[in-house]
């Protein structure tokens, strides 16, 4: 009879690793009725399928902005911990998560299964369209009365109304701030003012517009790219 011999055996690991969900909470912004966060600090809980032979990789990726990196901490041996600073111009819309993994086999994994999207608004409202009736050349001996209509890329806050001011480019001339400033829709606002007598009497002047705005979270802008 021939001789036993020393069974080897090996275990293969397949599997590919992946987060099961990822669960936030914040101590800053929140609204409710839409799922958005806001100003503030974001908690992200990690839930992994497996343990890990490293810590995972993890960022929040805004619509058209860089990744955010997040620097996560170990809990257990499937559960990691992060937290990341939403500040001003940290992004608007929804948010993807980037995961990268690896086991103790070497597989590895990027799927993200629940809490892979996550919708963020740090930007506020800005002024996408203004049209200013009369159109330009005002001819201040006709008429001295002006009517602007501003459309928002947001919806300002309920009970907020913006704060629009016109300036001419005048030597001395200062900003004005417009009293009268109505709510046409959910995003468009309308102006009406009285240029001073003197508008325009030593020369051509521009006529400019500045707002401060706010939105239901909490962002408040400046930005008219259109002025």
Known sequence: LGVPTNMVSASVDKTI????KVEYSTNGVYNAGTSTYGLGRLQAEVTVSEPLSSTPYFSL???GGAP??????KRSDTRYYGEILL????????ATVLFSARDAAGNRGVEVREGGTIRIDTHGPEVRQLVVTPQSPIKV???????????????????????????LSGNGRL???I?????????TWRVQFELPAD???????????????????????DRMPVA
């Open 17 to 20: 690793p992946y987060a099961a």
């Open 179 to 187: 009293g009268d400033v109505t709510r046409v829709d959910a995003m």
């Open 68 to 73: 955010i990196p997040v620097d996560l901490i």
């Open 61 to 63: 990726v805004p619509t």
């Open 141 to 167: 001996d006709a008429g001295r009365n002006v009517t602007a209509t501003l459309t928002f890329s947001e919806p300002i806050a309920d009970g907020e109304v913006p704060t629009v001011r016109y300036m």
């Open 199 to 221: 508008a325009g009497a030593n020369g051509m002047e521009t006529l400019s517009f500045s707002h401060l705005s706010r939105d239901a979270l909490g962002n408040s802008s």
């Open 87 to 94: 500040g001003p111009g940290s992004g608007n819309g929804e």
């Open 175 to 177: 900003p004005v701030p």
